[in-house]
T-cell receptor
Framework: KAGVTQTPRYLIKTRGQQVTLSCSPISGHRSVSWYQQTPGQGLQFLFEYFSETQRNKGNFPGRFSGRQFSNSRSEMNVSTLELGDSALYLC???????????FGPGTRLTVL | AQSVTQPDIHITVSEGASLELRCNYSYGATPYLFWYVQSPGQGLQLLLKYFSGDTLVQGIKGFEAEFKRSQSSFNLRKPSVHWSDAAEYFCAVVGTSGTYKYIFGTGTRLKVLA
């Protein structure tokens, strides 16, 4: 089975712009979670989608949003980018509830 | 509230030496437990997991972890460290009921001396 894929791998944006990141889960997995990783804050949970519905949400402002499509692919969007949004954004998929999460390689976002 | 603590932010060991990375969790029942490893700029790779049964679990790359319910711990061990093991290691738990949200520790960065 192919692993979790994330596109793009690297992205450079300027403050105020918006960005969309994409994640394709492992075939058959219906749950996709997103995490933000920074040196200062570590790994922080953004949200989880399961069967096109947001099931869990972390403590991030409304500028961060996501969605999941019927084929389980997910996108996350960040509007009005701030310098502090520079981070590695990781996507993880699993088959359901307490199943194992498998991570993609991440998207490195740099905000200038 | 669920939480995961990795008390050691950095650990340095010599190549060939043994390794133990600590992980303590707080949860009302026995959660599912995981160890992941991350190389710089990469995603997280699953090393091993504990769901139930034998409290000593074997993982990839020669790692093992022991679940100790009485100590709420799930420490990761390796008998002989290789230079390629230098990376960051994360412990994680997920509750077995409720929101099923993964909680990650803050990570332990391992440095291996030649």
């Amino acid at each position: 089975k192919a692993g979790v894929t994330q596109t793009p791998r690297y992205l450079i944006k300027t403050r105020g712009q918006q960005v969309t990141l994409s994640c394709s889960p492992i075939s058959g997995h219906r749950s996709v979670s997103w995490y933000q990783q920074t040196p200062g804050q570590g790994l922080q949970f953004l949200f989880e989608y399961f069967s096109e519905t947001q099931r869990n949400k972390g403590n991030f402002p409304g500028r961060f949003s996501g969605r999941q499509f019927s084929n389980s692919r997910s996108e996350m969007n960040v509007s009005t980018l701030e310098l502090g949004d520079s981070a590695l954004y990781l996507c993880a998929s699993n088959g359901g509830t307490t199943d194992t999460q498998y991570f993609g390689p991440g998207t490195r976002l740099t905000v200038l | 509230a669920q939480s995961v603590t990795q008390p050691d932010i950095h650990i340095t060991v010599s190549e060939g030496a043994s390794l133990e990375l600590r992980c303590n969790y707080s949860y009302g029942a026995t959660p599912y437990l995981f160890w992941y490893v991350q190389s710089p700029g990469q995603g997280l790779q699953l090393l091993l997991k504990y769901f139930s049964g034998d409290t000593l679990v074997q993982g990839i790359k020669g790692f093992e972890a022991e679940f100790k319910r009485s100590q709420s711990s799930f420490n990761l061990r390796k008998p002989s460290v290789h230079w390629s093991d230098a990376a960051e290691y994360f412990c994680a738990v997920v509750g077995t009921s409720g929101t099923y949200k993964y909680i990650f520790g803050t990570g332990t960065r391992l440095k291996v001396l030649a």
